[in-house]
Nanobody, 125 residues
Framework: QVQLVESGGGVVQAGDSLRLSCVVS????????MSWWRQGPGTEREFVAT???????RYADSVKGRFTISRDDAKNTLYLQMNNLKPEDTAVYYC???????????????????WGQGTRVTVSS
C-alpha cells in the first residue's frame, strides 16, 4: 500500500522558516516526479513546486526564491524548505507523487496519482 505522510507544519511568524517533509512508502518512487501543493482557506489546491531527477525543479511564481524543493531517495523523503514565510503562505500543504512512468516534473494536478493527507502551516503577521 502506497503511503505519503507529511510533517513539519506549524504556526510561525512572518519572516520565519519551516521545513516540510514527506515520507513515502509502499513502492520505489526514485524515478517518479514529486511535488508540493497547498490549499488555503476558501481556495482551490494550488501548485507550489515539483522535482524530477530527469528534468529538475519548477516553482510557482509566488514562492520562487523563497521555497526550495529537494528529495533524498535513500530516505524515501521529499522536502520543502520554506524561508521568509508570509501570511499568504498559510495553507494545508500536500505532497504528491506521479505513477510508475511519471518521470517528468509537472504542475498539473491530474498528473499525480498519490497524495498525502497534508500538514497545516499558519503564518501570522
Amino acid at each position: 500500500q502506497v503511503q505519503l505522510v507529511e510533517s513539519g507544519g506549524g504556526v510561525v511568524q512572518a519572516g520565519d522558516s519551516l521545513r516540510l517533509s514527506c515520507v513515502v512508502s509502499g513502492r520505489d518512487f526514485s524515478e517518479s516526479a514529486m511535488s508540493w501543493w497547498r490549499q488555503g482557506p476558501g481556495t482551490e489546491r494550488e501548485f507550489v513546486a515539483t522535482i524530477s531527477k530527469f528534468d529538475g525543479t519548477r516553482y510557482a511564481d509566488s514562492v520562487k526564491g523563497r521555497f526550495t524543493i529537494s528529495r533524498d531517495d535513500a530516505k524515501n523523503t521529499l522536502y520543502l524548505q520554506m524561508n521568509n514565510l508570509k501570511p499568504e503562505d498559510t495553507a494545508v500543504y500536500y505532497c504528491a507523487a506521479r505513477g510508475p512512468v511519471g518521470f517528468y516534473a509537472s504542475d498539473w494536478h491530474d498528473d499525480y496519482a498519490y497524495w498525502g493527507q497534508g500538514t497545516r502551516v499558519t503564518v501570522s503577521s
